[in-house]
Each structure stands twice: as structure tokens, then as C-alpha cells.
């Protein structure tokens, strides 16, 4: 199965900074795909950071960031890129990148993504 591969996960401590990294196997886009990232700390649901338009490059965020984090992409590289600043404890979570459809309803939604990585773990000390 085509997977994504996640990595540039770590420990850091609260108001440091990491930049996670996304490998996107082209089988799995298309001009109308999104790459979303979503993290999940231990008995919690999974939920939506962010996402990107892999043509256009328009991007959605979760309301929680308050500006902290920026994602962007490389379509030469076939790379997506999560810049997290400001890092709180509570962000500590397995951060997973997905690709999906480039929907707005379906965007936010773990339902809504075809392909997912095996995640990278990222620890924020206090």
C-alpha cells in the first residue's frame, strides 16, 4: 500500500521550534489533491493542524494555532513541510501527513484523506 513517510519529529522544549517534513508518492495526488497533517496525543481523537493545496497552494489551518504554525510545500521535491514555532506542551502529539481531496467540507476531516504516513512522534517538554 502507498504510503506517505512523515519524519523531523523530536523532543523539543516549550517555545522551540521543529519543521516536520512530508514525502508525497505521486501516485497518491493529482491537481485536485490536499495534503493535510493531522496529530493525535494519547487517548484523544485525531485532529486537523493543516493542509495545502498541492496545485494552487492555498492553504487551511485549526483555529487552535493562533498563527503558530505554517505549511507549505516543494511540488519539485514532491515534499510538504509543517513549520511549527511557539511550540506549547499540548501540542505533543504523533503528527501524521494524509493526502486527500481538495475540499473544503472534507478538508478538516480525517475522513477525507485516501493515503496516510505512519507518523513522526514530537514532544514538548515544559
Known amino acids: 500500500q502507498v504510503q506517505l513517510v512523515e519524519s523531523g519529529g523530536g523532543l523539543v522544549q516549550a517555545g522551540g521550534s521543529l519543521r516536520l517534513s512530508c514525502v508525497v508518492p505521486?501516485?497518491?495526488?493529482?491537481?485536485?489533491?490536499?495534503i493535510g497533517w493531522f496529530r493525535q496525543a494519547p487517548g484523544k481523537e485525531r485532529e486537523f493542524v493543516a493542509a495545502i493545496a498541492w496545485s494552487v497552494g492555498s492553504t487551511y489551518y485549526a483555529g487552535f494555532l493562533e498563527g503558530r504554525f505554517t505549511i507549505s510545500r516543494d511540488t519539485a521535491k514532491n515534499k510538504v513541510y509543517l513549520q511549527m514555532n511557539s511550540l506549547k506542551p499540548e501540542d505533543t502529539a504523533a503528527y501524521y501527513c494524509a493526502a486527500g481531496k481538495n475540499d473544503p467540507y472534507t478538508v478538516p476531516k480525517p475522513a477525507g484523506y485516501d493515503y496516510w504516513g505512519q507518523g513522526t512522534q514530537v514532544t514538548v517538554s515544559s
Open positions: 505521486g501516485r497518491t495526488i493529482s491537481r485536485n489533491s490536499a
